[in-house]
């Protein structure tokens, strides 16, 4: 059976992993989750932010061009 994460738990999770104060292994470990799993969610979180502040820019030119 899968196990089914909710979406906070994979910000947090994501989050400390980004933080680098911890080996991926100790947060697989403390969140009872596979390094891969972790791995994939620290990606797909930084990707992101990548697409938060590409949307500003485009909200902007939008503006811009009315």
């Known amino acids: 059976m899968r196990k089914s994460f909710s979406a906070e738990l994979m910000a947090k ?10 080996t991926i292994a100790e947060l697989s470990s403390q969140y009872k989750t596979h390094r891969t799993q972790i791995t994939n969610w620290r990606k ?5 932010l990548v697409g938060i502040f590409q949307e500003k820019v485009i909200d902007e030119l939008y503006r811009q061009i009315g």
Do not use: T
């Not at 797909?44 to 992101?48: D, P, S, V």
């Open 13 to 22: 999770v994501a989050l400390d992993a980004n933080k680098e104060e911890k």
């Open 44 to 48: 797909r979180a930084l990707e992101g």
